[in-house]
């Protein structure tokens, strides 16, 4: 099925960043007084902290709750992001899928100023057509919330566009929104685990996909 539109994942997908939101988020859980696994955390990296949060701290208030997800968020602006860095070949996809007629977009949990700031580091702006961060919907993946604002902003049908993700909660949230999923082992989830969530292609990470774009689900569009 031809493919018109694709939906790309930021964090640990284009940028080389879920470590640093691991490291963030220990840190937001030890100062709560709330130590938790780095290996816990980092198997619900690709979630939103609206969602993360309460998975590992189920009993905790709603108030703690939000406090902590603050508190990454804090931690991971000021120790990290500056010091992010794209994958090798994330600017170069980007450039080949518009180049190939499709319509691109960026769809993240991340907030508004991270995305606007990845936008910029991936010199992304002439080559997409919509962004969508949790500041758009009211929950994060793997709900299917900011896929779908995707595919509204972009005017599309699910079933016309693919999303690219390193997590199985975006293969979940893609699956949610009707939309087929490539999925990259370039974050901490193992082709199995991606397999197992219904990525309909997987690849290592960005360069992998560029070098096989034409026997990639991509080479549909």
């Not at 994060?140 to 779908?148: C, E, Q, R, T, Y």
Request: glycine share 8%; with cysteine; hydrophobic share 45%.
């Amino acid at each position: 099925m031809p493919f018109c539109a694709v939906l790309f994942d930021i964090d640990g997908t284009l940028v080389d960043s879920n470590e640093q939101h691991v490291d963030a988020w220990a840190v937001a859980f030890r100062a709560a007084g709330h130590p938790q696994e780095l290996d816990a955390i980092r198997m619900q990296i690709g979630k939103g902290g609206d969602l993360l949060v309460p998975t590992l701290l189920p009993d905790a208030s709603k108030e703690e709750q939000k406090a902590i997800a603050d508190a990454h968020g804090a931690h991971f602006k000021s120790a990290y992001l500056d010091h992010v860095r794209p994958f090798p070949g994330a600017h170069d996809l980007l450039a080949k899928t518009k180049a190939r007629g499709f319509k691109v977009a960026l769809a993240s949990s991340a907030k508004r100023e991270e995305l606007d700031h990845y936008v910029e580091l991936l010199d992304a702006k002439p080559l997409i057509a919509a962004t969508t961060s949790i500041d758009d919907v009211g929950t994060s993946k793997p709900a299917p919330d900011i896929f779908g604002c995707a595919i509204e902003k972009l005017g599309v049908a699910a079933a016309d566009a693919l999303a690219i993700g390193d997590t199985p909660y975006d293969v979940e949230a893609a699956r949610g929104a009707g939309i087929a999923t490539i999925g990259l082992t370039s974050g901490p989830f193992s082709e199995r685990q991606m397999r197992d969530a219904g990525a309909i292609a997987i690849f290592a990470d960005v360069a992998d996909l560029l070098r096989n774009f034409e026997r990639s689900p991509l080479a549909s569009g």
